[in-house]
């Protein structure tokens, strides 16, 4: 009789269905600082670039999977929620299909390519971060969740797994993805900067705004006045430079991803991920530039930003 009792008891001591969910939240969340500063585990194994894509490429569809089944039992409302046990086993798949993902992304070495590892570590802590968002969600008492449709809202994890197939094969790619992204942002603060000094005016058209309204608000404290809105003939001698200085950057991001493109070489990894730390430092010190050019400038910031840009 006692042995009979035995299995009853262990499932009445079993942690309610909700509560299971938000100690898996918790769990996930502790899982991202390890993988942002995770180093690759070392092995005696030589490394196979098709087996780790496929291997990574499966455990993402596992855990996009898994998301999806998780979801469709914890949302049917107004079904009661699964059972203890069966929240159990849901709980379990979910952990091991996040662990699998991770165990692979750990299996990464450093010798392919410093780059490449960032975009692979960014797409996991995605996939986590993006679990963990969802978990969090379907932990929520059913009364206060958010409707079923608007469930959408939290398919972060979805989107990080389907981005997995895109990741870039090998450093070389992942030089060239990331060259590709700076060089789109300082093109866009170029466009804006040479918008508003064509127009002469460095917020696009807010100002008519503020004119219409300036009567009635002339004598509030903070409003901005004119010399906080427009640009002086000094600071217009000023930016002309400035000016050229974000133009040159740009051609020169141009030239280093075509000269990656065409002359790179795959097994030049360490070369590629010294060219894209260098350039990496382009965009901010061009994003600093522009933005210290708006009025009211500060000369000496703006030729600080400058030197910045031109020496790094």
């Not at 087996?51 to 079904?79: C, D, G, H, I, M």
């Not at 952990?95 to 780059?115: E, F």
């Not at 050229?244 to 990894?269: F, H, M, P, W, Y």
Request: glycine share 4%; aromatic share 4%.
């Amino acid at each position: 009789m006692a042995s009979a009792g035995a299995p009853a008891a262990a499932v009445s001591t079993l942690t309610p269905p909700l509560e299971q969910l938000r100690l898996l939240a918790g769990e996930l969340r502790l899982l991202l600082p390890g993988v942002r500063v995770g180093e690759a585990r070392e092995t005696t194994k030589e490394f196979n670039r098709k087996t780790f894509w496929r291997s990574l490429n499966e455990a993402a569809v596992k855990v996009s999977r898994e998301a999806t089944t998780l979801t469709e039992v914890f949302s049917r409302l107004p079904l009661p929620l699964p059972s203890s046990q069966e929240t159990q086993r849901f709980c379990e798949q979910v952990r091991a299909a996040i662990k699998a993902v991770i165990a692979i992304y750990y299996s990464l070495p450093k010798d392919q390519g410093i780059t490449l590892r960032k975009l692979v570590r960014s797409a996991t802590v995605d996939i986590v971060d993006g679990m963990a968002q969802l978990v969090e969600v379907l932990c929520i008492t059913p009364a206060q969740r958010p409707e079923n449709n608007d469930l959408i809202s939290y398919n972060s994890v979805w989107v990080a797994c389907r981005q997995v197939p895109r990741i870039p094969r090998d450093n070389k790619a992942a030089a060239l993805l990331m060259l590709t992204k700076s060089m789109d942002l300082v093109k866009d603060a170029h466009e804006e900067m040479e918008q508003a000094v064509e127009e002469c005016d460095p917020y696009h058209g807010l100002l008519n705004d503020i004119e219409d309204n300036s009567d009635n608000h002339s004598d509030v404290l903070g409003y901005p006045n004119n010399q906080d809105l427009y640009w002086s003939e000094e600071d217009q001698a000023l930016i002309i430079p400035c000016l050229a200085l974000v133009r040159t950057s740009k051609a020169c991001l141009k030239e280093i991803q075509i000269s990656v493109a065409q002359n790179g070489k795959k097994d030049q990894v360490a070369q590629l991920d010294d060219i894209v730390d260098i350039s990496d430092e382009i965009s901010p010190s061009v994003d600093d530039l522009v933005l210290s050019i708006y009025p009211p400038m500060c000369h000496l910031t703006v030729r600080i930003n400058g030197m910045q840009t031109l020496f790094g």
